[in-house]
């Protein structure tokens, strides 16, 4: 799954926000494989104010998960269980069998050699009737000093489409403990999940669609039907010839301790480690119409993935306040470090289907030179220096202000480091004398904001040049193996600028029963990247990526919440929101 958050603002780079669970950066697969009864509260974070202090990675848009931890002098257990099933909503609505001879009927076309005997409904065959189920179980206790909480959940998922699925099972512990009069406190989370997946190819239901409505699932035989020479494949055929599946293990951890040095300074230090480990495997059937038309006899692949990524931070935390001041102020340093490393290997010809891809190595296509396998590698570093600077008088003016020095190893030698400043300010209009007692609201508050952040999510290594195999050659009387530019190097590929306006309103009536926001945004994207085509000579390659677009975002967005019963058992709430955006590309042309 994708998620965007106020639209695209980018061509090239990458738009997913950035995720960040109990204070530590993660994952969108390690987001999945967190238990929603695991969740405390979700928060999204949209203006560039608010997010410019996480630097490039906040470009578009921040969301920040907080898991549970134990309460103090409690100890409990939980059990969660749930089944479902699910059906489509609307399938399409296709001709059958008698109404599509009829209109080849009156279309003057001959019935003779189109007419198969069945009557089949594609996309029924694609679905059934599916049961999923979660099972789960959490235990927490906690004291003064400390506490724990750990949970295990297991969910079995069955697709709605034939053949498909996915197992996952997670774990998690959160811990807590203070120490020395709660000067010092040392938190920490483990947690772990593996994902068993089964995967549909979407394709079959295009092919449904095209698949003639008389022609039967299975022939004479007992075999799939299809049709002989080219044309559209059975796509029950295609679900079911192809084995193709993967397994996921995430896992995760951070430790983190916050030193209260004095009533008005601590210090704060985490560090987290991520690991994803994947391998995933495809088998096609010999008897498949792709093995048959293209003489391959089975065909296997199989690839795996590893990552992981490693992070340091720590700052200084100053606090000062009065009755009519607050003021806090932050600086820290940021570290991270992600590798990936990958395999494939793909071969064909097989004696038999039996053993599936893990016969891969048994192919005939191995000996005849014909089998493919690679392997990659790639790093990436960022480092960052920030601070932040919160102030409020009198607790009805707020200001705001944060800065990010942050420096990536993915940027041209000449722009490797951008600053991303922030500010905004609020006004807790409730709060003035001229409002009084009686007024129905409990809260009226105006913002305005303004930010600049970077992305820094573009393939690595973009700006140099890269080699790599561009086949065989016939030199000197022999075959040899040729190698050339695959990229032209750009050493002054910089950050994307995204500069953010932002202004709302929130308001709450009748004790928060009744809440209204309102926000209004304006962010323009420049020095945007985009692979241009280019001459050759003077470049070594037909394309170079280079910051030379623009691109505007722009929108409107207005959420309500409304609490009808409210008692010491029960709480109901309706919420509600609508977002009017325009998206629109400025330029892509430019001088380079």
């Given at each position: 799954p994708e998620i965007h958050l106020r639209g695209i603002g980018s061509i090239r780079a990458g738009s997913a926000?950035?995720?960040?669970?109990?204070?530590?950066?993660?994952?969108?697969?390690?987001l999945q494989a967190i238990n929603a009864n695991d969740i405390k509260s979700f928060n999204v974070l949209k203006d560039g104010s608010s997010a410019a202090i996480y630097g490039t990675r906040g470009s578009n848009g921040v969301i920040i998960v907080e898991t549970k931890n134990a309460s103090k002098g409690k100890a409990s257990i939980e059990y969660t269980s749930y089944y479902y099933t699910e059906r489509p909503v609307r399938k399409l609505e296709m001709m059958s069998a008698d109404e599509y001879m009829g209109y080849l009927k009156d279309k003057g076309h001959s019935t003779i050699n189109n007419d198969y005997g069945f009557s089949t409904d594609w996309t029924d065959q694609l679905i059934r009737n599916n049961f999923s189920y979660y099972q789960g179980v959490s235990f927490s206790t906690g004291t003064e000093n400390s506490s724990i909480r750990g949970s295990v959940g297991y969910r079995d998922s069955e697709s709605m489409v034939i053949n498909t699925g996915n197992k996952q099972l997670t774990g998690r512990v959160n811990f807590k403990q203070y120490f020395f009069d709660k000067k010092l406190?040392?938190?920490?989370?483990?947690?772990?999940?593996?994902?068993?997946?089964?995967?549909?190819?979407?394709?079959?239901?295009?092919?449904?669609?095209?698949?003639?409505?008389?022609?039967?699932?299975?022939?004479?035989?007992?075999?799939?039907?299809?049709?002989?020479?080219?044309?559209?494949y059975n796509p029950v055929a295609l679900l079911s010839q192809?084995?193709?599946?993967?397994?996921?293990?995430?896992?995760?951890?951070?430790?983190?301790?916050?030193?209260?040095?004095?009533?008005?300074?601590?210090?704060?230090?985490?560090?987290?480690?991520n690991n994803d480990t994947y391998e995933g495997s495809k088998y096609i059937s010999r008897d498949s119409r792709y093995s048959v038309l293209g003489g391959f006899e089975g065909q296997a692949d199989m690839n795996t993935y590893f990552y992981k990524k490693r992070t340091f931070e720590a700052y200084a935390n100053y606090s000062f306040s009065t009755d009519v001041h607050n003021l806090t102020a932050l600086a820290g340093y940021s570290f991270n470090r992600e590798d990936r490393t990958w395999h494939n290997a793909s071969n064909s010809g097989f004696l038999t289907d039996i053993p599936g891809a893990n016969n891969i190595g048994n192919g005939t296509y191995l000996e005849d030179g014909l089998a493919s396998m690679?392997?990659?590698?790639?790093?990436?570093?960022?480092?960052?220096?920030?601070?932040?600077?919160?102030?409020?008088?009198?607790?009805?003016y707020l200001f705001n202000a944060s800065v990010r020095r942050e420096g990536s190893t993915r940027f041209g030698e000449n722009h490797k480091w951008g600053w991303f400043p922030a500010v905004s300010a609020g006004w807790r209009i409730l709060e003035e004398n001229f409002f009084s007692d009686a007024t129905p609201l409990s809260n009226l508050k105006l913002r305005v904001g303004f930010g600049i952040t970077g992305n820094q999510d573009i393939?690595?290594?973009?700006?140099i040049a890269k080699y790599n195999d561009l086949g065989y050659a016939y030199y000197n009387g022999k075959w040899d193996k040729v190698y050339g530019p695959v990229s032209n190097p750009n050493p002054?590929?910089?950050?994307?600028?995204?500069?953010?306006?932002?202004?709302?309103?929130?308001?709450?009536?009748?004790?928060?029963?009744?809440?209204?926001?309102?926000?209004?945004?304006?962010?323009?994207?420049?020095?945007?990247?985009?692979?241009?085509?280019?001459?050759?000579?003077?470049?070594?390659?037909?394309?170079?990526?280079?910051?030379?677009?623009?691109?505007r975002n722009s929108g409107l967005e207005i959420a309500i919440g409304i609490t009808p019963l409210k008692t010491q058992d029960m709480e109901l709430n309706i919420n509600a929101n609508i977002t009017f955006q325009q998206n629109k590309l400025l330029s892509l042309s430019g001088m380079y």
């Open positions: 926000p950035l995720i960040i669970v109990d204070g530590t950066y993660s994952t969108m697969s390690e406190t040392i938190e920490g989370t483990l947690n772990g999940a593996n994902t068993q997946s089964d995967y549909t190819d979407y394709g079959a239901f295009m092919q449904a669609i095209v698949y003639h409505p008389t022609a039967p699932v299975y022939n004479q035989e007992g075999k799939f039907f299809e049709y002989a020479g080219v044309g559209p192809v084995d193709n599946r993967g397994e996921r293990y995430t896992y995760s951890g951070n430790l983190s301790a916050n030193l209260k040095v004095l009533p008005c300074l601590s210090v704060y230090a985490m560090m987290s480690a690679g392997r990659g590698q790639d790093e990436s570093k960022l480092i960052a220096f920030f601070g932040r600077i919160n102030y409020s008088y009198k607790g009805k393939p690595l290594y973009a700006s002054d590929l910089k950050w994307e600028v995204k500069h953010t306006f932002n202004t709302g309103i929130d308001l709450a009536m009748f004790g928060n029963r009744l809440l209204l926001s309102a926000n209004y945004y304006n962010s323009k994207t420049t020095d945007m990247l985009y692979l241009y085509n280019v001459s050759v000579p003077p470049f070594t390659y037909n394309t170079l990526l280079a910051n030379i677009g623009s691109m």
